[in-house]
């Protein structure tokens, strides 16, 4: 295959591996504890966010509940209908990480979720895992097509995120009386994430497809994980707080 072809697979493979670990762990297992985990599977997962995108999860779950604390009003922190959604597309990332580093939010948002030794020692330099994480690529592709790939990554994981505050909670279905809406297409591409107005309706619930039409590309693999005693599931089916809309 030529390294050129090779690198643009790798950086699309490498951004659907740091958003299924964004969707499943960060989001469902932690934000909302709609998966336990595993011991082993959640230090997983805990490396591959590291080396991938160099998030700290207690600053993401705590930034993630004050949006739900907040949806679409004043303390949202990365609202489209405070700040416009081409504006929180654009600068999601800046967005998350002023909100994270204010003082308060972490504090408050995610005391469930503190720093432990790991943290300490390793998970809180993210540096130091984004450093491991290009060094791999580059042992995998070489320097060139190392940055290739590694761009292609940052563009993918930074837009598509940015579109799940952004673009689904401005455009698309909404089934539910809730802000946010539903984008298949858009969860395809995020392991389920487009299914918002469901995650809205439900935000306890493991699996984000509720009806008919609808797929979720991470449940399968929460199935998977159960079935082998890694996972526990909080509810098999959705207990929907939100009457559907008439019509």
């Known amino acids: 295959?030529?390294?050129?072809?090779?690198?643009?697979?790798?950086?699309?493979?490498?951004?659907?591996?740091?958003?299924?670990?964004?969707?499943?762990?960060?989001?469902?297992?932690?934000?909302?504890?709609?998966?336990?985990?595993?011991?082993?599977?959640?230090?997983?997962?805990?490396?591959?966010?590291?080396?991938?995108?160099?998030?700290?999860?207690?600053?993401?779950?705590?930034?993630?509940?004050?949006?739900?604390?907040?949806?679409?009003?004043?303390?949202?922190?990365?609202?489209?209908?405070?700040?416009?959604?081409?504006?929180?597309?654009?600068?999601?990332?800046?967005?998350?990480?002023?909100?994270?580093?204010?003082?308060?939010?972490?504090?408050?948002?995610?005391?469930?979720?503190?720093?432990d030794r790991w943290d300490r020692t390793l998970f809180d330099r993210a540096w130091l895992g984004l450093g491991i994480g290009f060094a791999l690529l580059i042992l995998l592709l070489g320097p060139l097509w190392a940055v290739l790939a590694a761009a292609i990554h940052v563009a993918l994981y930074l837009s598509l995120n940015a579109s799940i505050n952004a673009v689904t909670h401005t455009f698309g279905a909404r089934p539910y009386d809730n802000p946010a809406t539903n984008l298949q297409w858009l969860a395809w591409l995020t392991g389920g994430e487009g299914l918002h107005n469901n995650h809205h309706a439900a935000p306890t619930s493991a699996r984000l497809a509720f009806r008919r039409g609808e797929y979720d590309p991470s449940w399968p693999f929460i199935r998977l994980l159960r079935r082998f005693g890694w996972a526990r599931v909080r509810h098999d089916r959705p207990p929907v707080r939100e009457p559907a809309r008439a019509g």
Not at 5 to 15: K, M, R, Y
């Open 1 to 115: 295959m030529p390294a050129p072809v090779l690198a643009v697979l790798v950086g699309i493979v490498t951004s659907q591996v740091a958003n299924f670990a964004t969707t499943v762990y960060l989001h469902r297992a932690l934000a909302h504890r709609a998966v336990t985990l595993s011991a082993g599977v959640a230090f997983g997962f805990r490396v591959i966010i590291w080396i991938s995108t160099g998030i700290k999860p207690r600053e993401w779950v705590a930034v993630h509940r004050r949006h739900h604390a907040f949806t679409d009003v004043e303390g949202d922190p990365h609202s489209p209908v405070l700040l416009g959604w081409v504006r929180v597309q654009l600068t999601n990332a800046a967005l998350y990480r002023r909100a994270a580093r204010d003082g308060v939010t972490v504090g408050r948002y995610a005391r469930d979720v503190p720093a």
